[in-house]
């Protein structure tokens, strides 16, 4: 049986994927990776609210819009005042954002020669130029463990 949240993030997996294959647009952050940020950082509620200027399902700041190119919701330009918090509160233009933020920023930030989620997440909730630090641990811990739970149910279903 699915909670409405575990619906919420498999659907928005669906989606998110088939918007990138369709745009044909290089995608570094995974689906898996894309849930756990959304996890960590807002429990994925889906409820359109900015915090302290960060806002959406992944807490998408204003920096974050304009640097990755001002993505906007079908029928808005990025020159209203809302076109922000419309993308950001929208999943699929929160979500190409964060894409393109990665594209432009993505990095080792924990030294193991590997660009991976765990780099995304740091690079996403403390900076590019501030992703080496330790993540606060009430983000780390959620955020990790979504990943191991995921990377378990991955085996399950392969061993199944």
């Known amino acids: 049986m699915y909670t409405r949240s575990s619906l919420f993030v498999f659907l928005l997996g669906l989606t998110i994927g088939v918007i990138w294959?369709?745009?044909?647009?290089?995608?570094?952050?995974?689906?898996?990776?894309?849930?756990?940020?959304?996890q960590?950082?807002?429990?994925?509620n889906d409820t359109?609210?900015?915090?302290?200027?960060?806002?959406?399902?992944?807490?998408?700041?204003w920096d974050q819009w304009v640097d990755s190119g001002?993505?906007?919701i079908e029928g808005d330009s990025p020159?209203?005042?809302?076109?922000?918090?419309?993308?950001a509160n929208d999943p699929i233009c929160a979500a190409n954002t964060l894409q393109s933020y990665m594209v432009k920023y993505g990095q080792d930030c924990n030294d193991d020669e590997t660009e991976d989620c765990y780099d995304y997440g740091?690079?996403?909730?403390?900076?590019?130029f501030n992703c080496k630090a330790d993540m606060?641990?009430?983000?780390?811990?959620?955020?990790?463990r979504c990943l191991r739970d995921a990377l378990r149910a991955e085996k399950r279903q392969k061993a199944n």
């Open 21 to 38: 294959i369709q745009a044909g647009t290089q995608q570094p952050i995974t689906e898996t990776c894309l849930v756990c940020m959304c």
């Open 40 to 44: 960590a950082l807002s429990g994925c």
């Open 48 to 61: 359109a609210v900015c915090v302290n200027g960060a806002c959406g399902i992944f807490r998408i700041t």
């Open 70 to 72: 001002r993505f906007t």
């Open 79 to 87: 020159l209203t005042e809302s076109s922000f918090t419309n993308c």
């Open 122 to 128: 740091a690079i996403h909730y403390m900076g590019p």
């Open 136 to 144: 606060p641990y009430s983000y780390e811990s959620v955020f990790r």
